[in-house]
């Protein structure tokens, strides 16, 4: 590929603008190496960690796809990309192990790239390891700069080296660029980028920079589109969705947000990911009151039920002070699905403090809990604290928070058999294909006999049987 110039075509335009040159430019270059090779060139994106990586995996297959890309499930592909995470170290450590792969299979196919993106990629030790170690990488990029994949593939073509462009902060967020849907019926929706709340524990807030919010026209606008192509159920997204509008010229609250949202026509679901505890208003808690929309669940990451030990991980509010927000939070909606994340085992944590999480995990009655024993992370100030907890007291704990988590859940579940309830048919079950899966508001799942034609639509669903975490049902 010839190198090209476009500094004199681009320096008046948008960023949006900018990235669509390049995608055009490199859409050129796929053609005519497919056209020699007599096949379409194919990529793979391999997505670790949470939500937002999977949302950011979305822009990255539109790009790809803009671009003249086949997306594929395998790694025998001519461009492989991981979207890394760094929550845990044992994260890291499976991306060396597969890279590994990547470069036999790169010996084979000399048309093959290969571009490490994610949080991972924010540390300067691993780009340094990844520079000296494993030389066959062509691209590596952080989580702000997503939108610039195609201007580095052009780059690299350009250099014939390595290229890596890591950003400690954004700069602006950039909006309309092509993004490819896991699924046509529901969507998630970033509202917001960064944390400012540094966890002791928690890496995000040094790769995933500041709290930055995107306009609410912005996020209105993407919406109305999506609903427009099929979406009923929208998930909005955020590191902390509590904070969202503080740095906007006009402020607006997340609350003010779900307001402007539940107005959207054709719109079925809303739900939202993760707020904080130490910020969830009297305000949110009216509006999902209130809303014929949102659905009957919120995520409420309690991390552990000592006070003691919510101070040393940096939570800001104490045992009773989380325990009073669920009670407004019940007295306002009674039968609201609360789930939520525990760590085991955090540096200092007693018997005594392990108990208090015991008792939470009693009193608040969780339908289900995302349980972690404690991982030392290293850049987090939790890494270095005194008295880090002996595996075989931490596995102890870890048993018996599960076995609690679990009695509580599956009794609530087994509340609602027999009742009738409103269900988004999600796929065809993974077990028997003459039964469809679908999801209610509360977020469990249910199985009923059905067709596939029902994907995408809510039905009513009888609740015949409680299996602890999931149902059996027929559809009415």
């Known amino acids: 590929m010839e190198n090209i110039d476009l500094s004199k075509n681009i320096s008046n335009l948008s960023e949006t603008e900018r990235q669509y040159k390049y995608m055009e430019q490199m859409r050129e270059y796929v053609s005519s190496v497919s056209k020699k090779l007599g096949r379409p060139l194919t990529a793979c994106i391999q997505t670790f960690g949470c939500q937002m990586n999977a949302r950011d995996s979305e822009k990255i297959t539109g790009i790809l796809e803009k671009i003249g890309y086949e997306i594929v499930e395998t790694e025998v592909a001519d461009f ?11 994260a890291n450590l499976k991306v060396y192990g597969r890279l590994g792969h990547l470069s036999n299979l790169k010996k084979k196919n000399p048309h093959m790239m290969i571009a490490l993106c994610g949080c991972m990629m924010q540390e300067a030790t691993v780009v340094e390891k990844i520079q000296k170690s494993y030389k066959f990488v062509d691209i590596i990029f952080g989580t702000h ?8 593939m052009q780059a690299r073509h350009d250099s014939k080296g390595m290229i890596v462009d890591i950003w400690k902060e954004a700069t602006e ?12 019926f529901k969507a998630g929706v970033n509202i917001m ?14 790769v995933r920079g500041r709290e930055r919010s995107r306009n609410p026209e ?15 159920e929208i998930m909005l997204l955020g590191q902390n969705v509590n904070s969202y509008g503080k740095g906007l010229e006009t402020p607006m609250t997340f609350a003010e947000l779900l307001q402007e949202v539940e107005k959207v026509e054709g719109l079925e679901r809303i739900r939202f990911m993760t707020p904080h505890p130490k910020d969830l208003s009297d305000e ?29 991980m940096n939570r800001h509010y104490t045992k009773e002070s989380y325990l009073d927000l669920v009670r407004r939070v019940k007295e306002a909606m009674p039968n609201i699905s609360l789930t939520t994340d525990i760590i085991v085992g955090f540096p200092g944590e007693t018997e005594e403090d392990f108990q208090d999480t015991l008792d939470v995990v009693k009193e ?25 907890i002996p595996e075989d007291v931490i596995k102890d704990r870890f048993d018996r928070l599960l076995k609690e988590v679990q009695n509580k859940a599956s009794g609530l579940a087994a509340d609602l058999t027999g009742t009738e309830q409103k269900v988004l048919v999600e796929s065809v079950s993974d077990h028997d294909p003459e039964y469809m899966t679908g999801r209610l508001t509360n977020n469990l799942l249910v199985h009923f006999k059905g067709c596939e034609e029902l994907i995408g639509k809510i039905v009513d669903v009888k609740l015949d049987e409680c299996k602890g975490f999931y149902y059996f049902g027929t559809m009415r």
């Not at 980028?193 to 040094?206: A, M, Q, R, T």
């Not at 809303?291 to 552990?304: A, D």
């Not at 289900?368 to 404690?374: D, G, L, N, P, S």
């Open 80 to 90: 492989v990309i991981y979207n890394t995470c760094t929550v845990r170290e044992n």
């Open 145 to 152: 700069n997503i939108f610039k994949l195609a201007e580095l």
């Open 173 to 184: 967020i950039v909006e309309d660029l092509p993004s490819e849907r896991k699924f046509k």
């Open 193 to 206: 980028f960064g944390c400012n709340n540094f966890c002791s524990y928690c890496i995000v807030p040094y």
């Open 218 to 232: 912005d996020i209105i606008k993407e919406i109305k589109s999506l609903v427009a192509d099929g979406v009923v």
């Open 284 to 312: 949110v808690i009216e509006v999902m009151k209130n809303s014929h929309k949102i659905c009957n669940h919120l995520h409420l990451p309690v991390q552990s039920g000592s006070s003691a030990i919510l101070k040393k």
């Open 364 to 388: 608040v009655g969780y339908s289900a809990a995302f349980t972690f024993i404690y991982s030392k992370r290293t850049g987090t100030p939790a890494a270095t604290m005194e008295d880090q």
